[in-house]
């Protein structure tokens, strides 16, 4: 016998039949647990009609099946939680919580949502929030730890209508500049905080203007800002300075710290236009020619597995695929929207830049199933459908999977990413002219030529086939 549900004691056939998806009753034709069976009517009866006091309903709303507490159901106790996660004093949620409280509450399934308040540090956040008697703005988050919690919780709130949407990647940029800022000694303050004023964020303001400043953006302008950062220290260290600074030095520096060529670039540009130092020339490094790929029968081997190897995950088989047909980076694949993707007249496309893609029937159920999981991830969003729907959500599933966890789960699943890439885009150039594989793959025609360059593929017979 288990005692401890709050309808009494009950066999162990109960508890599992109370596990069961509610159902009709053969005899009364209600929806309820059914625990018992009808040999007369050919089915299985609720307990009233099988003459015990075992209903397994809500004791507040009747919604059958789903007890969790005190004889009330999920959905209840998640109710009556978020009003004493949200309430003042008085015991009242502030009306500017409302939409919160009610689409936490409305949240499918609720079970999800009590898992996050028993585990998550987010709920204390939010009880902070409704407790203070200011305004809740962007300011009220900003002044927190800038982790994953608080940005769930942001997200909760501007898809909720409390905080206005704003452009993520230049919010962040922006706090981490100010605290960075602080970390500098005076000397370094004076040349780092124009720079990155006026050198590195009034231009990501312009690209969020116009919606196009994405993370790998904002990784790269932070690059640029500690980069100019180590070159002061490399100057404090040798007891050097911006005016004094000459070609030589930079060229050793260059030479020393190679992989931070491009950054170290964009901070000596800047210091030479302002006469900071004198006139000092980064030579534009070209992107050497890729070296690595996978043989044939590896490259068909990886996507075979993808496509048919139901024990790797959904996200990673998709990515994989992408990948090895169509030499997509994992940057793109990373924000890749369910709008992308179409059907027509029964063959499936992926839009790839301007132009949509037929994509292998195997593949394109993969996506389909993936589609499927993304948009039952439960999560709140802006009813009006401005929030962009990811085909392979992070955490929380309105904002992407970072780039960073995608190309560690291929790899932890053996998956090869640059080769694989490499390879398809060889393949390509190797069957088709460079101004196609462009629009195919939405690369420049700059890139798809050197590719056909390095592949040693002549396109002449392409263009004296081409009318004028």
């Not at 009610?102 to 204390?124: E, F, M, N, V, Y």
């Not at 932070?222 to 060229?251: C, E, M, P, Y």
């Given at each position: 016998?288990?005692?401890?549900?709050?309808?009494?004691?009950?066999?162990?056939?109960?508890?599992?039949?109370?596990?069961?998806?509610?159902?009709?009753?053969?005899?009364?034709?209600?929806?309820?647990?059914?625990?018992?069976?009808?040999?007369?009517?050919?089915?299985?009866?609720?307990?009233?009609?099988?003459?015990?006091?075992?209903?397994?309903?809500?004791?507040?709303?009747?919604?059958?099946?789903?007890?969790?507490?005190?004889?009330?159901?999920?959905?209840?106790?998640?109710?009556?939680?978020?009003?004493?996660?949200?309430?003042?004093?008085?015991?009242?949620?502030?009306?500017?919580?409302?939409?919160?409280?009610?689409?936490?509450?409305?949240?499918?399934?609720?079970?999800?949502?009590?898992?996050?308040?028993?585990?998550?540090?987010?709920?204390?956040?939010?009880?902070?929030?409704?407790?203070?008697?200011?305004?809740?703005?962007?300011?009220?988050?900003?002044?927190?730890?800038?982790?994953?919690?608080?940005?769930?919780?942001?997200?909760?709130?501007?898809?909720?209508?409390?905080?206005?949407?704003?452009?993520?990647?230049?919010?962040?940029?922006?706090?981490?500049?100010?605290?960075?800022?602080?970390?500098?000694?005076?000397?370094?303050?004076?040349?780092?905080?124009?720079?990155?004023?006026?050198?590195?964020?009034?231009?990501?303001?312009?690209?969020?203007?116009?919606?196009?400043?994405t993370t790998r953006a904002a990784t790269a302008d932070r690059a640029d800002i500690r980069?100019?950062?180590?070159?002061?220290?490399?100057?404090?260290?040798?007891?050097?300075?911006?005016?004094?600074?000459?070609?030589?030095?930079v060229d050793h520096w260059l030479t020393t710290h190679p992989t931070l060529h491009r950054?170290?670039?964009?901070?000596?540009?800047?210091?030479?236009?302002?006469?900071?130092?004198?006139?000092?020339?980064?030579?534009?490094?070209?992107?050497?020619?890729?070296?690595?790929?996978?043989?044939?029968?590896?490259?068909?081997?990886?996507?075979?597995?993808?496509?048919?190897?139901?024990?790797?995950?959904?996200?990673?088989?998709?990515?994989?695929?992408?990948?090895?047909?169509?030499?997509?980076?994992?940057?793109?694949?990373?924000?890749?929207?369910?709008?992308?993707?179409?059907?027509?007249?029964?063959?499936?496309?992926?839009?790839?830049g301007d132009n949509p893609v037929l994509l292998p029937p195997r593949l394109a159920e993969?996506?389909?199933?993936?589609?499927?999981?993304?948009?039952?991830?439960?999560?709140?969003?802006?009813?009006?459908?401005?929030?962009?729907?990811?085909?392979?959500?992070?955490?929380?599933?309105?904002?992407?999977?970072?780039?960073?966890?995608?190309?560690?789960?291929?790899?932890?699943?053996?998956?090869?990413?640059?080769?694989?890439?490499?390879?398809?885009?060889?393949?390509?150039?190797?069957?088709?002219?460079?101004?196609?594989?462009?629009?195919?793959?939405?690369?420049?025609?700059?890139?798809?030529?050197?590719?056909?360059?390095?592949?040693?593929?002549?396109?002449?017979?392409?263009?004296?086939?081409?009318?004028?």
């Amino acid at each position: 016998m288990r005692a401890n549900w709050p309808i009494g004691p009950v066999c162990d056939a109960c508890y599992q039949r109370r596990k069961r998806q509610p159902r009709p009753c053969v005899r009364c034709n209600v929806v309820r647990v059914l625990v018992g069976s009808s040999d007369d009517q050919n089915g299985e009866l609720c307990g009233p009609c099988c003459g015990v006091d075992i209903d397994f309903a809500c004791n507040r709303c009747g919604f059958p099946g789903d007890t969790y507490a005190d004889g009330a159901c999920t959905r209840c106790i998640v109710a009556d939680r978020v009003q004493d996660l949200l309430s003042r004093d008085d015991g009242t949620i502030a009306a500017a919580l409302r939409p919160l409280a009610d689409g936490l509450i409305a949240l499918d399934p609720p079970i999800t949502l009590l898992r996050w308040l028993s585990q998550s540090r987010g709920p204390k956040i939010l009880a902070r929030l409704a407790s203070q008697s200011a305004e809740i703005t962007h300011r009220s988050l900003d002044i927190l730890p800038q982790d994953r919690t608080t940005r769930h919780v942001r997200e909760m709130l501007v898809a909720t209508g409390i905080l206005p949407p704003r452009n993520e990647n230049l919010a962040r940029l922006e706090l981490w500049l100010h605290h960075m800022l602080e970390q500098l000694p005076d000397q370094h303050r004076a040349s780092i905080a124009p720079f990155a004023e006026w050198g590195i964020v009034r231009d990501a303001r312009r690209r969020a203007a116009r919606g196009r400043y994405t993370t790998r953006a904002a990784t790269a302008d932070r690059a640029d800002i500690r980069t100019a950062a180590k070159f002061l220290a490399w100057l404090d260290n040798n007891q050097l300075d911006l005016a004094g600074v000459s070609q030589a030095h930079v060229d050793h520096w260059l030479t020393t710290h190679p992989t931070l060529h491009r950054s170290a670039g964009a901070f000596l540009r800047w210091t030479t236009l302002r006469r900071l130092t004198g006139v000092i020339t980064v030579p534009a490094r070209r992107p050497g020619l890729p070296s690595r790929f996978l043989s044939e029968q590896q490259h068909h081997q990886q996507l075979k597995r993808c496509l048919n190897d139901e024990t790797l995950p959904l996200a990673v088989r998709i990515a994989g695929t992408l990948t090895g047909l169509y030499a997509l980076p994992i940057s793109w694949l990373a924000e890749l929207t369910i709008e992308r993707f179409h059907r027509d007249t029964g063959s499936a496309y992926l839009t790839i830049g301007d132009n949509p893609v037929l994509l292998p029937p195997r593949l394109a159920e993969l996506i389909e199933r993936q589609i499927e999981r993304a948009v039952s991830i439960p999560s709140l969003r802006p009813p009006d459908g401005s929030a962009p729907a990811f085909l392979l959500p992070g955490r929380p599933p309105t904002r992407p999977i970072s780039e960073g966890q995608l190309q560690a789960s291929m790899r932890r699943h053996g998956l090869a990413i640059i080769t694989a890439r490499n390879t398809a885009m060889l393949e390509a150039v190797a069957d088709l002219p460079p101004i196609v594989v462009s629009d195919l793959f939405g690369i420049s025609p700059r890139t798809a030529y050197r590719w056909a360059q390095y592949a040693q593929v002549s396109w002449t017979d392409y263009l004296a086939a081409t009318p004028d």
